[in-house]
Antibody, heavy 120, light 107 residues
Framework: DVQLVESGGDLVQPGGSLRLSCASSGFTFSSYAMTWVRQAPGKGLEWVSSINYSGDTTYYAASVKGRFTISRDNSKNTLYLHMNSLRADDTAVYYC?????????????WGRGTLVTVSS | DIQMTQSPSSLSASVGDRVTITCRASQSINTYLNWYQQKPGRAPKLLIYAASTLYSAVPSRFSGSGSGTDFTLTISSLQPEDFATYYCQQSHSTPPTFGQGTKLEIK
């Protein structure tokens, strides 16, 4: 079975940094694009960033561009999200998802999410 | 960015009812439209992709239609497990954007 397990969420002060990880299993990780989606408390879904299968092309939402970096280690079947200069409005559950890079794609598997809280 | 607008934002219905949720894109997205279901405290699940293709293991009471800018998600006969929040999402262009969600509640 496909599994995506996020980790790394924590309480962090404004301006701080955090690295989220997403360990995958049950599929050939290196063959799939991957995406981070977040959901602020009580709010809707927001696309954050996507990376292609090889890791050489990335996209970011305007709200995180220049502060967040998506990356992957295909040898470890793991996706990452490096988050710098965190702000209160980055507080959200962050979901790791499979797919979502190309036109016409969809997010067919989601992890359970990891909570990032930015507060002093 | 392409804006996705769902209506209604919330909806009360009874078990057995037929329910339709609408999603409108701010510009044509062909059929690059996906639907997700989210239950409280859970991750979203893919229901329908490419506007009308039912994802694996999704019950046939769910259906999707539309193209261009106007899309619908229909549940033919509501079951207790269908009460959830539904989101549309366009995958026509970057950034991929979601609708604000439609919360389906028990009447």
């Amino acid at each position: 079975d496909v599994q995506l397990v996020e980790s790394g969420g924590d309480l962090v002060q404004p301006g701080g940094s955090l690295r989220l990880s997403c360990a995958s299993s049950g599929f050939t990780f290196s063959s799939y694009a991957m995406t981070w989606v977040r959901q602020a408390p009580g709010k809707g879904l927001e696309w954050v960033s996507s990376i292609n299968y090889s890791g050489d092309t990335t996209y970011y939402a305007a709200s995180v561009k220049g502060r967040f970096t998506i990356s992957r280690d295909n040898s470890k079947n793991t996706l990452y999200l490096h988050m710098n200069s965190l702000r209160a409005d980055d507080t959200a559950v962050y979901y790791c998802t499979r797919g979502g890079f190309y036109s016409g794609s969809y997010l067919d598997y989601w992890g359970r999410g990891t909570l990032v809280t930015v507060s002093s | 960015d392409i804006q996705m607008t769902q209506s209604p934002s919330s909806l009360s219905a009874s078990v057995g009812d037929r329910v339709t949720i609408t999603c409108r894109a701010s510009q044509s997205i062909n059929t690059y439209l996906n639907w997700y279901q989210q239950k409280p405290g859970r991750a979203p699940k893919l229901l329908i992709y490419a506007a009308s293709t039912l994802y694996s293991a999704v019950p046939s009471r769910f259906s999707g239609s539309g193209s261009g800018t106007d899309f619908t998600l229909t549940i033919s006969s509501l079951q207790p497990e269908d009460f959830a929040t539904y989101y549309c999402q366009q995958s026509h262009s970057t950034p991929p954007t979601f609708g604000q969600g439609t919360k389906l509640e028990i009447k």
